[in-house]
């Protein structure tokens, strides 16, 4: 069986709660890209999802304190970020110190907005801040659409010259 390359990790910041919803969503706009979301949080700790009526358990991969960023492309704020603000927003300095992207999907833009230095955005929106600048939508699938821009972009920048 031929496999293609091994997937690039992403780091995806998450809080107590996991929106399943949501990490599935940046999961499949990831895969389209050839990356995969990596679980990380500020606590070493067994986490919980619903989807529909179901539990699901989650394992956090890496600790805000252990983590080699070097190792990912970009971080992934979770909707559950601010929850952890301390450890999320310490994440995100770290990310953007080393030039790398730092999405804040809805409920968590305000931890980037604050980084950037600008009013904080509504819950519904969804933010990308790219060497020093606040990329941010709210319209439909705004989730989807920041994620695939982003990644896309890394791709483009990673691409040998024509």
Same mark, same amino acid.
């Not at 990380?40 to 358990?57: D, F, M, P």
């Not at 305000?110 to 955005?121: E, F, K, M, V, Y």
């Given at each position: 069986?031929? +496999?293609?390359? /091994?997937?690039? /990790?992403?780091?995806?910041?998450?809080?107590? =709660?996991?929106?399943?919803?949501?990490?599935?969503?940046?999961?499949?706009?990831?895969?389209? +890209?050839?990356? /995969?979301?990596?679980?990380? =949080?500020?606590?070493? #700790?067994?986490?919980?999802?619903?989807?529909?009526?179901?539990?699901?358990?989650?394992?956090?991969?890496?600790?805000?304190?252990?983590?080699?960023? *070097?190792?990912?492309? &970009?971080?992934?704020?979770?909707?559950?970020?601010?929850?952890?603000?301390?450890?999320?927003? &310490?994440?995100?300095?770290?990310?953007? *110190?080393?030039?790398?992207?730092?999405?804040?999907? *809805?409920?968590?833009?305000?931890?980037?907005?604050?980084? &950037?230095?600008?009013?904080?955005?509504?819950?519904?929106?969804?933010?990308?801040?790219?060497?020093?600048?606040?990329?941010? =939508?709210?319209?439909?699938?705004?989730?989807?659409?920041?994620?695939?821009?982003?990644?896309?972009?890394?791709? /483009?920048? #990673?691409?040998?010259?024509?």
């Amino acid at each position: 069986m031929k +496999h293609g390359p /091994r997937p690039s /990790r992403v780091a995806a910041f998450v809080a107590e =709660s996991v929106n399943v919803q949501q990490l599935q969503t940046a999961n499949d706009a990831l895969a389209r +890209h050839n990356r /995969r979301a990596v679980l990380v =949080s500020g606590q070493q #700790a067994l986490l919980r999802g619903k989807n529909g009526g179901t539990e699901i358990n989650f394992a956090v991969a890496e600790t805000v304190a252990d983590i080699d960023e *070097s190792q990912y492309d &970009a971080l992934v704020l979770l909707e559950d970020a601010a929850t952890q603000a301390e450890s999320a927003t &310490a994440l995100a300095k770290l990310f953007a *110190s080393k030039g790398k992207p730092v999405i804040a999907l *809805s409920g968590s833009a305000s931890i980037i907005a604050t980084l &950037a230095g600008t009013d904080t955005p509504s819950q519904a929106t969804s933010a990308a801040l790219i060497d020093g600048h606040l990329y941010a =939508s709210d319209e439909a699938d705004c989730e989807w659409k920041i994620i695939d821009a982003v990644i896309g972009r890394l791709q /483009r920048e #990673a691409a040998p010259a024509a």
